[in-house]
């Protein structure tokens, strides 16, 4: 089955430890993206990837990285956490971007982290 | 810099009535245009897209979506819903002029009365 998959899908952590979430897609998609969803907010862009070795950032980068070191994988790394970062994360995919047929972004279920 | 505004946050309909779910967005040249649906606990899935051509874009789950420049709009409508459709639903908007960066407006949950 075609699909993104994020683990782990629940996370509670404390301030400043370092962790990562991963992100796995099957579709062999040259694009993938990491946003964080915030009530009221919509979701907005962290970090994108348009190949393998090629990064830049979006909207919200800020205390995040990221890496593309294979074409299926995009890890989304939170070196020293801070309460704000509570969120629900989403990984997504597209196979030569948004606006290339067919377009848009496959996302995975979600990984909701609290930051206490 | 690109936006979404989605003016109602919530939005209760009686089910087997009309839908109408607005959508207004901000971008300097010719916008893609995309509504995604979440049911919850879930990621988001596509309903429709909108590139180019007809203005008028039919989707998935009897959604369709009607492009208006003129209004910067891109409202969802669906002729009569379903307990099922409950759920919350965002717009989105991206551009060449924006690489691959797709950016949704606040939501606007829906809920469906029996």
């Known amino acids: 089955e075609a699909q993104v998959t994020q683990n782990p899908r629940y996370l509670i952590t404390v301030t400043g430890k370092k962790l990562t979430v991963t992100c796995s897609q099957n579709m062999n998609h040259e694009y993938m993206s990491w946003y964080r969803q915030d009530p009221g907010l919509g979701l907005r862009q962290i970090y994108y990837?348009?190949?393998?070795?090629?990064?830049d950032k979006g909207d919200v980068p800020e205390g995040y990285k990221v890496s593309r070191k294979e074409k299926r994988n995009f890890p989304l790394i939170l070196e020293s956490p801070s309460p704000n970062q509570t969120s629900l994360y989403f990984c997504a995919s597209s196979l030569r971007g948004v606006t290339v047929a067919p377009g848009g972004y496959t996302f995975g279920s979600g990984t909701r982290l609290t930051v206490v | 810099a690109q936006s979404v505004t989605q003016p109602d946050i919530h939005i209760t309909v009686s089910e087997g009535a009309s839908l109408e779910l607005r959508c207004n967005y901000s971008?300097?040249?010719?916008?893609?245009l995309f509504w995604y649906v979440q049911s919850p606990g879930q990621g988001l899935q596509l309903l429709l897209k909108?590139?180019?051509?007809?203005?008028l874009v039919q989707g998935i789950k009897g959604f369709e979506a009607e492009f208006k420049r003129s209004q910067s709009s891109f409202n969802l409508r669906k002729p009569s819903v379903h307990w099922s459709d409950a759920a919350e639903y965002f717009c989105a908007v991206g551009g060449k002029n924006a690489g691959n960066m797709l950016t949704f407006g606040g939501g606007t949950r829906l809920m469906v009365k029996p």
């Open positions: 909108y590139f180019s051509g007809d203005t």
């Open positions: 971008y300097g040249a010719t916008p893609y």
């Open positions: 990837s348009m190949n393998v070795e090629v990064t």
